[in-house]
């Protein structure tokens, strides 16, 4: 996670998946050449050069409003989130251990499987190893192609670790949710 919430033009996060933050250093180019207004600063972070001094923005407004595709892209996550970190085999629940599952083509490659949302499902390594190149298995729920809103509403029953108090007031978490980083400073 970056330093700097990014909110849009109408004070919410660009996106949550991923959510829109961005390092310092863009958060203070985007405030330096106006594009950005800062909401919030740490109080106890400042940069300097040799003539100036400013604190390091926590949350920044952008002045103008930013029309975001909300396109999913392939990716490892997010098709573990869609399948709620569960095998859809045998159905074991790995969200605390995501390193137990894998990903699988329910048609394989080897069969001329493509690799999709379509095509892909979460597996336990046991399960994968199970099924191999063979189709006899079938998973539990038909693999799709998940919405941007569908992702959004599960990540957000999740935690989130943010660098910063005053991101609470603006992500759209439930605050029981929010755990505040330490900033090793």
């Known amino acids: 996670m970056s330093d700097t919430l990014i909110l849009n033009a109408d004070a919410q996060p660009i996106s949550v998946i991923p959510l829109s933050s961005e390092n310092w250093h863009e958060a203070i180019k985007l405030m330096w050449v106006e594009r ?8 106890d972070w400042e940069v300097h050069s040799p003539s100036l001094t400013v604190k ?3 949350v920044i407004l952008l002045r103008d409003y930013v029309k975001v595709a909300r396109n999913i892209k392939y990716c490892r ?3 573990l989130l869609r399948d709620d970190f569960k095998c859809q ?22 069969h001329g ?5 379509t095509n892909i499902v979460a597996a336990c390594h046991s399960c994968n190893l199970e ?16 919405t941007y809103w569908e992702l959004a509403n599960k990540i957000m029953q999740y935690p989130l670790v943010v660098p910063d108090e005053s991101w609470k007031d603006y992500v759209g978490w439930d605050p029981s949710l929010i755990v505040v980083r330490q900033r090793g400073r």
Not at 36 to 43: N, W
């Open 36 to 43: 950005a207004e800062v909401l919030h600063e740490y109080e």
């Open 56 to 58: 390091v923005p926590s």
């Open 77 to 79: 996550e997010n098709i």
């Open 89 to 110: 085999y045998c159905g074991i629940d790995c969200r605390d251990n995501q390193s137990e599952l894998t990903l699988d083509h329910v048609i394989p490659r080897f």
């Open 113 to 117: 499987g493509k690799t999709s949302f």
């Open 131 to 146: 099924k191999a190149h063979y189709m006899k298995m079938k998973p539990n729920t038909t693999p799709r192609r998940p």
